[in-house]
Each structure stands twice: as structure tokens, then as C-alpha cells.
């Protein structure tokens, strides 16, 4: 090895660790950002005036999806490229072969075809990501002749595979973040129709059941005329009874379906609920709500159905005798907080619980765009849920 090539390895060398560290330091859902810069770097360091990350896929008729970076003036791909042209590159690609234009024409002619305008040469070097084989590196001068030499194909074989598996990390993160908003999605669409139905089992509750037990108040009114004082006090316990029915179906009903945050707004129904629940319990309510709108109709629903969960937690186990909600803005952001000072529940039973409650609190929190956060409060006592959402853009503006 001569001294020239002995610099040009130590500049190689130190470019690539520069490269190596950006890559691997950079956020993967940032990665897709910085790819174009750097694979530029790599462009620069080889010294050509065209590079590309060309992913070997039998999928090539409905998708030929790759990374390139040119030098100034360089020519474009052509676009709308035939199956035919595509699928002879990806041909080679697939051999897994090195295709040097120098030594094969056939390279040169097929570039020829790629972009409009016919370059000086053209190279394919095939890349691994992972240990396995991935595509290949393409290279192509359209203003000096660069000669392709063992050197360069070395140097570009380690380039080539430490793009190809930042763009398969990159890959796995869109393809899992795919998958993830699909379950988003389909989790909006099933907590929907579950609403809905809700909804009609509610109607019905009110509207049928609801109207058939006051006509049968009204019937034992009227039979109460005709019975003599004994018979008088037997009914009479009877209709306190069925008031009692008519009150929990009416409550059930609102429950289902809590048609009060149409009527009178997401914090009064929040409020309302709240003071009925620790009235019952006897609890100590402080509410601080903010007065502003901070939700969109969209986020509304879910916002008071997680509160309504978290309610009904703290009556049934806290064994609390004081509650506070809060609601405030934090920037962009909304919280709710609601802290009892009952026994309290481990985080790490919360992490590891089953319970349906739970995971539709995380659910709904996540078809708004906010996170849940249980905290365990001081010496062991004491519970706290938030709930964090983003406002709507129309409404902070």
C-alpha cells in the first residue's frame, strides 16, 4: 500500500466513524430525516456524482422504493420507468454479483435507460443488512470518469451495509408504528360501536322501561284510593320500592350513555358525577376545574368515560375519605388529575393488571392522542390518575 492510499484509508476511516456515530445516535423515528445527509456524506467520500440504496425485492411491479443523493446538475431517474427496465436492474440486483459498466456493457446500456441522461460509468455493489444480503449499492459518474477499482468496492461495500441496516431499522419502526396506528384505529372503531350500542340499550332503558314503570306508578296510585289503611301501608312500601327501581334505572341509563355532557358540557358533567359518587360515600370532594375548553367533541366522550372509570375505582377500593379533580392547561397540553387519599394501589400492580377498567382507560387515553400516568402517593396511601391530552390546535389558536 502506498502513502496515498495509506491517507485515503485514514480519511475513510474517520468519515465512516463519523457516519457510524451519526447513524447510530439518531433517533429511529428521526432516522428517516438524516438518512439523505448522511448517505451525501457517503457520496461525497467515494467520490461520485450518484449514489443509491437499491433494496432487493420480488416486489418490484408495485413498488421500487430506495434512497439516492446526486451531486449538483446531476440528471434525474426517469420517471414512470416500465416493468420491464425495473425488473432487469433488479435482476442483477438480486444476483447478489458485482456489474461494473467498465467490463459490462449490458450495465451501461441498461443505465442508459434509468435516467435522461447517459452517464460515464456505472457500478452495482452488493450490500448486506444484518449479515444477510439486502441489495445493492449503485454508483454513477456523469462528469469524470472514476475508475471503479478493488479499493472503491471495498470502501462501498462498507458504506452500503451500514446504510442498509439503518434502513431496515428504519423499516421495522414504520412497519411497527404501521401496525400500531392500525390498532389504534381499529380499537376508535370498536370503542364506537360499542358507544352506539350503549347508546340504544339506553334509549331503550329510558324510553320503554322507563315509561312502563311510571304508568305502573300511577296504576298503584290509583289502586292506593281503593284499599282500606292496612292494605294502604303494604302498597305504600311497594311504590317506595319501585321509586327506588326507577331511580337506579334512570341512573343506569345516564351511565350508558352520558347524554348530560351534550346538555351541559364536559366539566359540570364531571362535577355532577363526582359529587354524586362521594356524596353516597361520604367522602370530602375539592374540585379545580378549569373554565376554559380545552377538548375537542371528538376528545369529549373519552375524556369523561376515563373519568368515570376513575371514579368508580376509588369508590369500590380506596376506602378513601377525601377526593380532589383538577383539570388545567400545561402549554399544548391538558391534564386531569384525580388524587384520593385512600390505601393505594403498588405501580407495579397496575403495570401488571388485567383489569378491563385499565386498558380502555390506556385505550381511550390513546384515541385522543394522551397517556394515562398512576401514581402511588406518599408513605404508601393515596392514589393518583392522569390523564394528559394534546388541545386541539383550532381551539388554542
Same mark, same amino acid.
Given at each position: ?56 425485492? %420480488? ?122 396506528? %392500525? ?60 321509586? @327506588? ?42 374540585? @379545580? ?62 403495570? @401488571? ?32 390518575? %392522569? ?11
Amino acid at each position: 500500500m502506498n502513502k496515498q492510499e495509506d491517507c485515503d484509508f485514514t480519511q475513510f476511516n474517520e468519515t465512516l466513524l463519523s457516519i457510524s456515530t451519526q447513524l447510530l445516535d439518531t433517533p429511529t423515528s428521526s432516522l428517516a430525516q438524516v438518512m439523505n445527509s448522511v448517505l451525501d456524506e457517503c457520496r461525497e467520500l467515494l467520490g461520485v456524482d450518484r449514489i443509491s440504496c437499491l433494496p432487493n425485492t %420480488k416486489y418490484i411491479a408495485q413498488e421500487w422504493s430506495f434512497y439516492a443523493v446526486s451531486g449538483e446538475n446531476i440528471p434525474n431517474l426517469r420517471p414512470n420507468l416500465s416493468y420491464e427496465i425495473k425488473a432487469k436492474y433488479q435482476a442483477m440486483i438480486h444476483s447478489g454479483e458485482v456489474f461494473n459498466s467498465d467490463e459490462d456493457p449490458q450495465l451501461l446500456e441498461l443505465a442508459c435507460q434509468l435516467q435522461q441522461q447517459k452517464p460515464l460509468n456505472h457500478i452495482l455493489i452488493p450490500i448486506q443488512a444484518m449479515g444477510k444480503p439486502w441489495g445493492a449499492l449503485a454508483a454513477a459518474n456523469f462528469v469524470t470518469h472514476k475508475v471503479f477499482d478493488e479499493h472503491f468496492i471495498r470502501c462501498s461495500t462498507i458504506l452500503g451495509n451500514i446504510m442498509a441496516s439503518s434502513i431496515e431499522r428504519l423499516r421495522h419502526y414504520q412497519e411497527l408504528s404501521h401496525q400500531q396506528e %392500525k390498532v389504534i384505529a381499529l380499537n376508535k372503531r370498536l370503542i364506537e360501536d360499542r358507544e352506539e350500542q350503549l347508546k340504544i340499550i339506553a334509549r331503550d332503558l329510558h324510553d320503554d322501561f322507563g315509561q312502563r314503570l311510571a304508568s305502573l306508578n300511577l296504576e298503584l296510585g290509583f289502586i292506593n284510593n281503593q284499599l282500606d289503611e292496612s292494605a294502604q301501608l303494604a302498597l305504600f312500601e311497594a311504590a317506595a320500592k319501585l321509586s @327506588n327501581i326507577t331511580r337506579d334505572l334512570q341512573h343506569l341509563s345516564r351511565h350508558l350513555h352520558p347524554a348530560i355532557i351534550d346538555k351541559v358540557g364536559l366539566y359540570a358533567a364531571i362535577e355532577s358525577e363526582s359529587k354524586k359518587m362521594t356524596l353516597h360515600k361520604n367522602i370530602l370532594l375539592s374540585l @379545580n376545574l378549569s373554565k376554559e375548553v380545552l377538548y375537542s367533541e371528538e376528545q369529549k366522550l373519552h375524556i369523561y368515560r376515563i373519568s368515570q372509570e376513575a371514579l368508580s375505582n376509588v369508590m369500590r377500593h380506596s376506602n378513601a375519605s377525601a377526593l380532589s379533580i383538577s383539570l388545567n392547561r400545561e402549554g399544548k397540553l391538558a391534564k386531569l388529575t384525580i388524587e384520593d387519599n385512600g390505601r393505594g394501589i403498588p405501580k407495579n400492580a397496575i403495570s @401488571n393488571s388485567s383489569s378491563l377498567g385499565i386498558e380502555s382507560m390506556h385505550e381511550r387515553a390513546a384515541l385522543i392522542g394522551g397517556s394515562m400516568d398512576f401514581t402511588l402517593g406518599k408513605n404508601q396511601s393515596g392514589f393518583s390518575v %392522569k390523564l394528559v391530552w394534546p388541545i386541539p390546535d383550532d381551539i388554542i389558536d
